[in-house]
């Protein structure tokens, strides 16, 4: 009896090791994964859809990797650095071809490089070809993989991995394995190809705009899919980078369900092209992502151009031309017009004397000169513009010469105004123009004076950008050269409107008071502001050519001043000739010294007042900081911009508004303008600005920016602070 029990008993703890033992292979089985290879900063191991190869001619595998924070790995295109997982198969058996199903990648910005890859967890799906699926299949793999976060390490891990033949093998069944679900979700975030897509790209075409580079993209579909672009990615042959999608609300289509984008390029070569180039275009639309083989067409043919940051959008014709009209009015109070007062002060005065036809006639030239300055303007931008080159409002003054220049003829007329020479006009010019309307020569010297000094006055507004100024100038420096010549006659027509005034009712000009002695000492103080004007130039010019430069420049004028004063004090016609010609030596020196000057370094991160302390001008931070939590102000000055002083002293260092500028959460970002600088033009242009000043605020609650007025406001600037903080304030009070 007590055998049979024993017996008995040894056959069940029999049966339950064997069931024991077949569910431990069942489960090592169904589980098909390789040991993690552990790094400091990763870990990575092989896995397998399938427990067995199920009579299939394909193995779906995963190559899945834990990364610690701020590490990533690269995608099939690593972008401006890295490279992807390389996979070495020798050693494997019964393996044919591998291809990795590569899910939709997150773009990292940082220090102006734009890479693609991954983060977390991830897990690469790759389908592989088993050329006799009657057979077992051996895994032998090596991977060579870059691992990056503030520095890239390479790394390597080796995996052996054996999928046993399936007993039905010609059944085209398989056993899943406990990976196949987790492999699937990421295979589900692989783009889709083929046709009937639920976004798709109509169209691709390449724009050029002087040597600013961009793609303009239609995707359709976008409403009816119940989604909005996250990025676009493009690959291609050529060595070019590619900027984030910029939505363009302005460019027309024939179908409205099309919603177009601008990507800028960087980095393409001066003998490249990208009209005819193939690439392939990879669509992230939240959950959606869509992959097109496309070829590039000429957009700047096709599509027609709008401004990136929409200023013009749904502005007509009409719309355009008034507000040009307004900015050209504006101009006359701007602070950078104020020194131009001194001689509209003295011609006005002047005309409290003269016949009504000559007050008239004289206003009208002296509105004909601004025209024509403007008219000149527009030429010299067009030409710059066909020739490839930057153009801009304001850019003279970034010109050593122009400034110099500039303030030699600001010398003499502060010295014409003290009366020690007179500076006689194209007379015989004047009189052969305006025979039918001049009957003397003192008469012709009037209307070339008057025209000269339109001229002049145009010449220093131009530093400034008057609020409707910059939409206008904006949309007439994007545009075509008809574009650029009938805005820049608007803004001529309303900067001489004072004058047209004058002239239209000459009357007017006798309300002033009678000239007498007191005007004599109006001269000293309207020629003393002149001064002042040059010494105000000289120092944009030490920013331009240096400390010595400037020096050389304003002695050279103050021998040019003295030589002439000398010459004033003394009657004899030698010593005359020989001062006149050690003035005009002077004069010289002036105007040459530039040329034999040493340029600064270029100016860096600066300070206001101790106070406000601004970082070096780096756009391409912006993102990272804002998604940090930062607010980013930027600010884009020059010593020549008058307005950019003004907003700096009214605005920026009052008070309430530096104390918010300062706070810990705020990064000051400034670009200075005052020399050349093709990436400051490209960041304008990137916003349809061509000129200064240009003041920006970003923050959680406002990532695309909130663009400031030209003129700015305390009430303005304390607001767009509070907008761009205002999400990262009501986010983390959520949390």
């Known amino acids: 009896m007590l055998r049979h029990l024993i017996t008995r008993l040894a056959f069940l703890i029999a049966i339950c090791l064997s069931s024991i033992g077949a569910s431990s292979v069942a489960l090592a089985a169904s589980d098909m994964a390789t040991d993690w290879v552990d790094e400091d900063f990763a870990s990575v191991r092989l896995i397998s859809a399938q427990t067995e190869t199920g009579g299939k001619q394909t193995l779906r595998l995963g190559l899945e990797y834990e990364l610690q924070p701020d590490w990533k790995i690269y995608w099939r295109s690593a972008g401006d650095a890295g490279f992807p997982p390389q996979l070495d198969w020798t050693g494997s058996e019964n393996v044919g071809d591998a291809n990795i199903l590569w899910p939709a990648p997150h773009r990292f910005s940082i220090f102006g490089l734009e890479t693609f890859g991954y983060k977390d967890h991830i897990i690469l799906p790759i389908d592989v070809a088993i050329p006799d699926p009657a057979q077992p299949v051996a895994i032998r793999l090596d991977v060579d993989y870059l691992v990056c976060s503030d520095i890239c390490i390479p790394a390597n891990a080796s995996f052996d991995l054996d999928i046993p033949a399936s007993a039905s093998a010609g059944a085209g069944t398989s056993i899943a394995s406990n990976h196949a679900h987790q492999i699937e979700k990421f295979v589900s975030k692989v783009p889709l190809r083929g046709t009937g897509l639920p976004i798709e790209v109509t169209s691709i075409s390449s724009i050029n705009q002087g040597e600013t580079h961009s793609l303009r993209l239609g995707v359709r579909g976008l409403d009816d899919a119940g989604v909005d672009i996250d990025d676009i990615l493009i690959e291609s042959d050529l060595r070019a980078g590619f900027g984030l999608p910029e939505p363009q609300t302005t460019a027309t289509g024939s179908n409205e369900d099309v919603q177009y984008f601008d990507l800028t390029v960087m980095g393409l070569a001066e003998d490249q092209t990208l009209k005819d180039q193939p690439v392939t275009v990879t669509v992230i639309a939240g959950p959606l992502s869509v992959e097109q083989n496309l070829v590039v067409g ?438």
């Not at 339109?454 to 609020?467: I, K, N, R, V």
């Not at 030490?542 to 003394?570: D, E, H, N, P, Y």
């Not at 002077?586 to 040329?595: E, I, K, N, Q, S």
Request: with cysteine; aromatic share 8%.
């Open 298 to 735: 000429d957009g700047n043919a096709a599509i027609s151009t709008a401004s990136s940051a929409g200023a013009t959008a749904g502005m007509s014709f009409a719309m355009i031309g008034l507000f040009a009209l307004l900015g050209g009015l504006i101009l006359n109070v701007m602070p950078c017009v104020l020194p131009v007062l001194s001689i509209k002060i003295m011609s006005a005065l002047k005309a409290r004397e003269q016949d009504i036809n000559r007050v008239r006639i004289g206003f009208l030239a002296s509105a004909a000169g601004i025209i024509t300055s403007f008219w000149l303007i527009a030429a010299v931008l067009v030409g710059i513009k066909l020739a490839g080159g930057t153009i801009g409002w304001g850019i003279q003054f970034q010109q050593p010469l122009f400034l110099t220049v500039m303030t030699i003829i600001l010398a003499l007329f502060a010295l014409n105004m003290w009366g020690l020479f007179e500076i006689s006009g194209p007379d015989q010019l004047g009189n052969a123009a305006n025979d039918a309307i001049t009957r003397s020569e003192s008469h012709g010297h009037h209307i070339s004076s008057n025209f000269l000094t339109g001229m002049f006055a145009t010449l220093l507004a131009t530093p400034c950008s008057a609020p409707f100024l910059g939409t206008a100038v904006g949309f007439a420096l994007a545009g075509s050269v008809f574009d650029i010549f009938w805005i820049f006659t608007l803004l001529g027509i309303g900067l001489a409107l004072p004058y047209f005034a004058i002239a239209i009712q000459p009357r007017v000009a006798h309300i002033l008071p009678k000239p007498g002695r007191w005007m004599n000492g109006v001269k000293v103080v309207l020629g003393l502001a002149l001064i002042g004007t040059a010494i105000w130039l000289l120092g944009i010019l030490s920013v331009q050519i240096g400390m010595g430069g400037a020096i050389a420049v304003g002695l050279g004028l103050i021998l040019g001043c003295v030589f002439i004063w000398a010459r004033k004090r003394t009657s004899n016609l030698r010593p005359r000739f020989a001062f006149t010609s050690l003035a005009v030596l002077g004069f010289l020196v002036a105007l040459f010294a530039p040329g034999f000057s040493q340029p600064p370094s270029s100016p860096s991160a600066s300070s206001d007042n101790g106070t406000l302390v601004w970082q070096a001008f780096a756009p391409e931070t912006i993102d990272r900081l804002v998604a940090d939590g930062k607010t980013v102000v930027i600010d884009v000055t020059a010593e020549w911009c008058v307005t950019c002083q003004v907003n700096k002293k009214l605005v920026l260092e009052k008070s309430d508004v530096r104390n918010a500028l300062m706070q810990d959460d705020v990064v000051l970002m400034q670009a200075d303008w005052t020399r050349p600088d093709q990436k400051i033009a490209d960041y304008l242009a990137s916003y349809g600005r061509f000129g200064i000043p240009f003041n920006a605020v970003f923050g959680p609650g406002a990532p695309d920016g909130i663009l400031l007025s030209e003129l700015l406001g305390v009430d303005e600037v304390l607001g767009a602070l509070e907008d761009a903080n205002g999400s990262a304030s009501l986010a983390s009070s959520v949390q």
